[in-house]
């Protein structure tokens, strides 16, 4: 019974290339997000969606671009992938009360993508 | 300066001990902290929500310092599966949506 899954695990495609990460979750939760964790293991916020809806698109190269076709998927396509977008990409999911703080986000497995 | 900072370690203790981590945090509107855990090539795990009050869940105690920006995490006898990444993670106030700020994490390696 996964919560959140993503695919591919992993991902080693060339330079230029157009790739795609899928990203489900099973919890009925409906805020979304990817976050980038670097070289450095830094993790960072990308993107969130909520009901579908861009509510967070911090300063990512327009390269990336989420798409949410239901509540329960969000996935992540990068065109021309450059050298630096390697990094281990994480979905995540959480149930938003609209109240003031946040809720627990449950984060998928991580999507290893490596560019040559 | 960084928006969450925390000693990158490695701390290294023996299995039994007592270690304690710090984390300091620059906006001072955030209004929900917390600390995340993250094993070897896995992903994060909530670990604990730190409340003003301070909290503990067994021998993990937190405990948050508004005044000063400052959190900590206390574990006590440690054991060597608490060998992770630990991420102190802020929240600022966003319209209700969960905007999570991490920091870099500091390592903790237990030894027999």
């Known amino acids: 019974d996964t919560a959140v899954s993503q695919t591919p695990k992993y991902l080693v495609t060339q330079m230029g290339n157009d790739k795609s990460i899928k990203c489900e979750q099973n919890l009925g939760h409906d805020t979304m997000y990817w976050y980038k964790q670097d070289s450095k293991k830094f993790l960072k916020i990308m993107f969130s969606?909520?009901?579908?809806?861009?509510?967070i698109n911090e300063t990512v190269p327009n390269r990336f671009s989420p798409k949410s076709p239901d509540k329960a998927h969000l996935n992540l396509h990068i065109n021309s992938l450059e050298l630096g977008d390697s990094a281990v990409y994480f979905c995540?999911?959480?149930?938003?009360?609209?109240?003031?703080?946040?809720?627990?986000?449950?984060f998928g497995p991580g999507t290893r993508l490596t560019v040559l | 300066r960084k928006e969450v900072e925390q000693d990158p370690g490695p701390f290294n203790v023996p299995e039994g001990a007592t270690v304690a981590f710090n984390c300091t945090y620059s906006n001072s509107a955030s209004q929900s902290f917390f600390w995340y855990r993250q094993d070897c090539r896995k992903e994060p795990k909530l670990l604990m929500s730190v409340y003003s009050s301070g909290n503990e869940d067994g021998r993990f105690t937190a405990q948050l310092n508004r005044a000063s920006q400052y959190i900590s995490l206390l574990i006590r006898d440690s054991k060597l599966s608490d060998s992770a990444t630990y991420l102190c993670?802020?929240?600022?106030?966003?319209?209700?949506?969960?905007?999570?700020?991490f920091g870099k994490g500091t390592m903790l390696l237990v030894s027999p």
């Open positions: 995540a999911s959480s149930h938003t009360t609209g109240a003031v703080g946040t809720d627990t986000q449950y």
């Open positions: 993670v802020v929240s600022p106030l966003n319209s209700g949506y969960s905007t999570l700020t």
């Open positions: 969606y909520n009901n579908k809806e861009l509510i």
